[in-house]
């Protein structure tokens, strides 16, 4: 039996106590997918754990150190299937240290309003990360808020 490649992604928020909008990257290849939008990440390499790749890829394609929040958890218990031979396991973050750059694999970043779905749905995505979007907004808006002001958190 083929072992899965295991990807990992970040569902980069600008907070994630109140998270309001979702950091987006254009690809620049392969060729089928330049110009979609996906989450950065990338492979998990021998050796590390998903958290590391995560870490090391955000340093690698946007320049930014990270605090991961919580697994967006996939339907199956390997991951949120990419083809039939990559799963992706994908993990709220936010920015502690640096400021997004757009350095590998990417031609730009995008801020996107967590609260437009259908402006955030309407952009181009990579076919398997369209299903891992709806679950990201669908979490987000089943956040609980408190008081006058939104405060929503990810445990």
Do not use: C
């Amino acid at each position: 039996m083929t072992r899965l490649i295991n990807v990992v992604g970040a569902a980069l928020v600008d907070s994630l106590e109140n998270p309001g909008r979702l950091l987006v990257a254009r690809r620049t290849a392969p060729p089928q997918f330049a110009g979609m939008w996906e989450f950065p990440g990338g492979k998990v390499e021998n050796g590390e754990t998903f958290e590391q790749a995560l870490h090391r890829e955000l340093r690698e394609e946007l320049g930014v150190s990270v605090r991961l929040g919580d697994e967006l958890r996939a339907p199956v218990e390997a991951g949120w299937p990419l083809n039939e031979r990559a799963v992706m396991r994908v993990w709220f973050a936010e920015v502690s240290d640096g400021e997004p750059r757009a350095l590998e694999d990417h031609d730009e970043l995008r801020w996107v309003p967590l609260a437009d779905s259908d402006a955030t749905l309407g952009l181009p995505w990579i076919p398997a990360d369209a299903p891992i979007v709806r679950a990201l907004l669908d979490k987000v808006a089943a956040l609980p808020t408190s008081g006058t002001a939104a405060s929503r958190t990810f445990p």
